[in-house]
Every structure is written in C-alpha cells, then in structure tokens.
C-alpha cells in the first residue's frame, strides 16, 4: 500500500514513520526545505500529558474581550484577524461549556498518557540506532501563587488519575528543595504540582533524526513540494497534484498543521483549524538561569525548559491569521513574563543570543485533535493539535496508522474524530 503523507513536521513525520513500520510504502511531502520548520521548530519542548486542558477553558469568551488588543496579554486577539475567525471562533466558544471542556481534558489526557508510552516504547525499538533529542522523563512541576487556581488544578488533575496522569502535591519548602533556581520567588508561591511521568525534549531533533532513520530505511521523501490539490477518482483518494506534478496514492494523511483546511475545502470537507501564533526564547543557561525541572508558571502562562544544556521559554497565543513574522514586542513579553518565575533572567530580549522564534500551532476549534478517516475513501487526518501537538505525536501517529490499515485502534477514538 502506498501512503502520502502531507507535511513533515513532528506530526506528519511521526505518522509516516509509523505507517512505514507497518509495512507500508511512504511518501513524505513537504512545501518547505526542511523537516521541522513549521511549528514544530523551536516550542516549549514539553511532553506534558499534564497539561492536557483545551485552551477553550469555560469563561475564555470574557478573557478573550479583557485582553482584545492589548500587546502585553498572554491571549490576545489580533482585530484585523477577527473576521477569518468568526466561524472558528463560534465552535471554540460553544466548546468551552463546561462538561465539552471536562470530556475533551480527559480526551487530550487519555491520548497523552498512550503517546508518552509509545514514545518510550519508539525509543526501545529503536535501541542502538537511537534517536538523540534530548529526551528527559524529568516530571514537569506547575507553580501557583494563587491557592485558588492551585485548588482548580489540583481538581482538574485529580479528574485525570483514571487516564494515566499521577501528580504529587507539593509545598513551597519541597519545590525549593527540588528546584533552588526559585528561592528567590519563594515568598509569591503557593505550591506546585508535580506530574512525575511527564518529560522533556527537542521536537525539531526528534522530527530530524526520525526523518533520517525513516530515509534510511527506505521513505521517500520530497522536500521543497506543495500539495495544491487533492484529486478523487470514482469517489475515492488517487491523486496528489503537487508543485512538481502528480503524485499516485492509495491512501494518503492530510498532516500539513494550519494549512490542512485548505486542502479539504475543495473536497467538501470542513475542518475548524485555525492558526494561534506562540512565540519562544532558547538562550544558554548560565548561572541565574540554571533550572533543573522543567516549569509551567499558570499565573504568567509561560514554560520554562531545561533542553539540553540551553533554556528554552515558550509562551503566548495571539490570533493573528497567518501572520508568521516575528514581533519583538511579543517576543520580549515571554521574557518578562518568565522573569516573574525566573529572577536571574535578562530584563532585555537580546535577539543575538536568545534565538527568538515564533510558530503556528494548528488549534481545532473542538480543544481535541482530528484524527482518522474523512468521508473521503482513501483521504486520513492528523491535525489539529494545538498546543500539544509535541505530546501528542507518537499517540496520534499509532491511532492514525490503525485507522489506514483498518487495524483496530488502541484508544477508543470518541471525540477525536472529524
Ligand atoms: C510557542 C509554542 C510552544 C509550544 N510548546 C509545546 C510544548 O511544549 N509541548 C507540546 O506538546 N506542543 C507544543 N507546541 C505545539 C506543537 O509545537 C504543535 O502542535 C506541533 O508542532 C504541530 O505539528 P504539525 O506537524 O501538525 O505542524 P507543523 O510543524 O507546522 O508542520 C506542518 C508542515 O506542513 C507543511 N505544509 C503546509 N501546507 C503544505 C502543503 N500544501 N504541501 C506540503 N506541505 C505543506 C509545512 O511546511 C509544515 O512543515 C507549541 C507550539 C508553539 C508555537
């Protein structure tokens, strides 16, 4: 069986490399020269099943309109990008009622829990061939300076015990023992959790090393190729019409983040994914910045990586269309954000050693990824991951490679399907 995949992010080449080791012929397609250069380049490095809440959480509608315009907001809407959102934006909203917000948490939880095993069980397989990308089973620690918000968390996590999520409750003398980069902010903390089966490591090295391993074991592979259009014969998927010609296929995986609604509106498909800007920082550690354990700071909406001997800091969602430039405002805005957490960090974003990046994640409108067959024969999904596509890469690409191969999938699939 010969499979297409479109696009050569972590997604997409996790699912070729899955299909491929299923035994089917793969045929990777990328607009861009090289793997990894979309969102999946430079984000938070977090593999966080603790994390696993829609950003649609239940009263997003009155932060949305607080934070309208203002630059310095972790949520911000752009008003020129208001009107490609209208129909995106009724779907995000109607999906933040609180029992479709409770469903999709443990949805998003249930399938981070089963891609962190995959992605150890990858990991064994693979054994002296090995992937390097800075992988770290480090536990991830959420800090709170409010005991509200920390009593919410602890709620919501306790709701995730039953998916595969433990977290220990910590007080602020066991983070500063485990983590002394904070005694400086011990005074503004509250508590943490811990999530000790959460991990760390470089989506952009895993996304490359996997490509190369798949290239030697026999992936076709064409960079620098844009898929314009899906064709159907008789019904069914047949042809990718690409930049550089056609492209045969039985079957092919629409993965190609953001962009994937554009492909499937001239099939009749709608897909509610739309694009939500982040922005991160990689900077050397030094000193005042050395962290051991990776951090979500939930005030300040930030996180704070150890990856591989440099700092990375994440953070942001801006609703800004397509807009892939990199604003230096909103760039400094992570690190002044993460400077409440992290005193010993610069005041200034100095873009010469900091490698300040920006990304698109693909944010369904549901707050789950769509997964799996389309009413198209032939024509499968992997998109729509959001802010967790990174944790949910190897999880998604096995459900997605049962579903092309008509093998049954391991997680019942209610709730990540179009
Ligand atoms: C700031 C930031 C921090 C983040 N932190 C984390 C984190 O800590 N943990 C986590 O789990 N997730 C995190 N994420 C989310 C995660 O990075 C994304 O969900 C993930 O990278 C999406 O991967 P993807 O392969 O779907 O998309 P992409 O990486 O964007 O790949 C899509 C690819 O498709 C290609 N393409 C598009 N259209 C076409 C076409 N027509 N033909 C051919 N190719 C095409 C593009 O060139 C691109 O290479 C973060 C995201 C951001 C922006």
């Keep these: ?21 299923a035994g089917a012929e793969v045929v990777l397609l990328d607009a861009a020269p090289e793997p990894a250069s979309g969102a ?8 966080h099943a603790s994390h696993a809440e829609p950003w649609n959480t239940p009263g997003v509608g009155l932060d949305l309109l607080r934070y309208l315009g203002r630059s310095d907001s972790p949520l911000l809407v752009r ?31 249930r399938l981070a829990a089963y891609s962190l095993q995959e992605i150890d069980r990858l990991q064994r397989e693979l054994g002296p061939e090995g992937l390097d990308f800075g992988f770290r089973r480090s536990g991830i620690l ?16 306790e709701d995730m015990e039953d998916v595969g999520v433990r977290f220990e409750d910590w007080d602020v003398d066991r983070i500063i023992t485990e983590e002394p980069a904070l005694e400086p902010v011990r005074d503004q903390l509250c508590g943490g959790l811990y999530f000790p089966d959460d991990a760390i490591g470089d989506a952009a090295l895993f996304t490359t090393n996997l490509l190369a391993i798949a290239r030697r074991r026999g992936m076709t592979y064409y960079p620098g190729v844009t898929v314009r259009r899906l064709r159907t014969f008789q019904g069914r998927l047949d042809t990718l019409e690409t930049s550089e010609g056609p492209i045969a296929a039985d079957a092919c995986v629409v993965a190609n983040g953001y962009h994937a ?37 939930d005030a300040n909406k930030v996180v704070m990586t150890p990856l591989g001997g440099r700092l990375r800091l994440a953070g942001t969602a801006e609703f800004a269309g397509r807009d892939r430039r990199l604003n230096p405002q909103r760039a400094a805005s992570v690190l002044d954000h993460c400077r409440h957490t992290l ?33 198209v024969p032939g024509l499968y999904l992997n998109t729509g991951s959001g802010h967790l596509g990174w944790t949910f890469a190897c999880g998604a690409a096995a459900l997605v490679r049962d579903q092309v191969l008509g093998e049954p999938p391991a997680l019942p699939l209610d709730g990540l399907t179009l």
Aim: glycine share 10%.
């Design 1 to 21: 069986m010969r499979v297409a995949v479109i696009g050569a992010g972590v997604i997409g080449v996790t699912t070729a490399w899955y299909l491929q080791e």
């Design 40 to 47: 999946s380049f430079a984000n938070g490095g977090m593999l």
């Design 79 to 109: 008003p020129r990008a208001v009107p490609g959102l209208i129909g995106w934006g009724l779907r995000f909203l109607a999906n933040s009622r609180r029992a479709r917000f409770e469903e999709h948490t443990r949805i998003n939880a």
């Design 142 to 157: 959420k800090l709170f300076q409010d005991p509200a918000s920390q009593a919410r968390n602890r709620a919501a996590s």
């Design 261 to 297: 609604p554009d492909l499937l509106r001239p099939l009749g498909i709608r897909l509610a994914v739309a694009p939500v800007k982040g922005y991160s920082l990689t900077l050397p550690m030094d000193a005042g910045t050395r962290l051991k354990l990776p951090l979500i700071d």
């Design 343 to 375: 005193v010993g960090l610069p005041a200034q974003l100095d873009t010469e050693t900091m490698a300040p990046w920006t990304g698109l994640r693909p944010m369904s409108a549901r707050g789950t990824p769509i997964l799996g067959a389309t009413k």
